[in-house]
Structures are given as structure tokens and as C-alpha cells.
T-cell receptor, first 113, second 113 residues
């Protein structure tokens, strides 16, 4: 099925460990986004990309890095995980800037202990 | 940062009743979008209304937009138990040039069978 696929779906990290979350889309979308969602809150933008080879910071970029080496993939890295990064991470993609609805992945639930 | 705020935070109704959720935002927008999120899942795009539109329909959904009051409402008619979910508004900011949507904190809708 066409869409956005996130891996892994669940992960538990120890403080200080690093990891990479992978987002893949097969809709040939130019724009990709990483958001985090905390309990009872909306989504906050971490980083986004407007095309292959580009990245930009969102509202809450500290502690995260991203890469978009291929158009279909958008990677989110945590260099040194902290308990404050415990959250559900959502990847989304869209054909253009903001004129279309986003297609979201099913999320990665990350716990940092 | 500019953010949509939904009202009410939670809403419980009986099946067959109408559900109305409101969203307020702070700055000029290009469009406003509504999303649904079922528990433990990613967000699903429902409807997009452009800044020059006042009302839009899609099936049992009716969205209104009042740019002078910087507010929008989502009406779900003849609600069903399957409509139980969280609903988020998201805005495409026309002032900052940010190329990503800003999401509100959501309304949790419970439809009692």
C-alpha cells in the first residue's frame, strides 16, 4: 500500500544512547517532516525537508539531526538520548509546501530511561 | 509560535448527535486543515479550507472559516461510534514563511453508542 512507513514502531533507549528513526514514502512527495507528540498535546515540528538534500529546523530541533539523502527517505537521529525525548514521533510527507494535506506514518513510540 | 487552539479539549456525545469543534489561530494563514487521529495511530487528513473560502463540505463534515476572527469550526453531523478520535486543526502560516503546518492541541471526541 502506498504511504509513509516508519521504522521501528517501538524502541526503548538508555540515556546517552543514540539511534536513527527511518521514514520512507513511496508517493514521490517533495516535502517531508518530523513531528513529536507528547501526551495531551498537539504535534510539534522538529525538522523538515523541502526536497532531496535539504533540511531545515522546526520548533524543537535541539538534540536531533536529520538527513534526506534520497527523496523517498527522511532520517531522524538522536545523538545522545535524554528522558525529555520520550515521545511519539511522526513522519509525514506532502506533494508541496502546504497546499495539500499531509500523509502521516503510524508513529514510533520512543521511551528513554 | 503561532498555533491553533481547539475548543473544547474534550467532547462526549451520543451517537446520532452532531459534534462541533472550534479552532482559533493567531496569524494570517494560507489555509487551514483538519485531521483525525484514532488512538495509537497516525493523523489522517480530513479537509482543507483555503483562506478565501468560508465554508466547505465533505460527506458528513462541514468546515467554516472566519479569517476576520481567526477561527474555524468543524461540524460532524449524525455522529457514529467510529468517529471517536482526536481532531486537530493545522494552519499554513502566511506570515512567517514557515513551510510546514502548525498543529493545535486537539479535541478528544467520544461518541457513545
Amino acid at each position: 500500500n502506498a504511504g509513509v512507513t516508519q521504522t521501528p514502531k517501538f524502541r526503548v533507549l538508555k540515556t546517552g544512547q543514540s539511534m536513527t528513526l527511518l521514514c520512507a514514502q513511496d508517493m514521490n512527495h517533495e516535502y517531508m517532516y518530523w513531528y513529536r507528540q507528547d501526551p495531551g498535546m498537539g504535534l510539534r515540528l522538529i525538522h523538515y525537508s523541502v526536497g532531496e538534500g535539504t533540511t531545515a529546523k522546526g520548533e524543537v530541533p535541539d538534540g536531533y539531526n536529520v538527513s534526506r539523502l534520497k527523496k523517498q527517505n527522511f532520517l531522524l537521529g538522536l545523538e545522545s538520548a535524554a528522558p525529555s525525548q520520550t515521545s511519539v514521533y511522526f513522519c509525514a510527507s506532502s506533494p508541496s509546501r502546504t497546499s495539500y494535506g499531509y500523509t502521516f506514518g503510524s508513529g514510533t513510540r520512543l521511551t528513554v530511561v | 509560535s503561532q498555533q491553533g487552539e481547539e475548543d473544547p479539549q474534550a467532547l462526549s456525545i451520543q451517537e446520532g448527535e452532531n459534534a462541533t469543534m472550534n479552532c482559533s489561530y493567531k496569524t494570517s494563514i494560507n489555509n487551514l486543515q483538519w485531521y483525525r487521529q484514532n488512538s495509537g495511530r497516525g493523523l489522517v487528513h480530513l479537509i482543507l479550507i483555503r483562506s478565501n473560502e468560508r465554508e466547505k463540505h465533505s460527506g458528513r463534515l462541514r468546515v467554516t472559516l472566519d479569517t476576520s476572527k481567526k477561527s474555524s469550526s468543524l461540524l460532524i453531523t449524525a455522529s457514529r461510534a467510529a468517529d471517536t478520535a482526536s481532531y486537530f486543526c493545522a494552519t499554513a502560516d502566511a506570515e512567517t514563511g514557515r513551510r510546514a503546518l502548525t498543529f493545535g492541541s486537539g479535541t478528544r471526541l467520544q461518541v457513545q453508542p
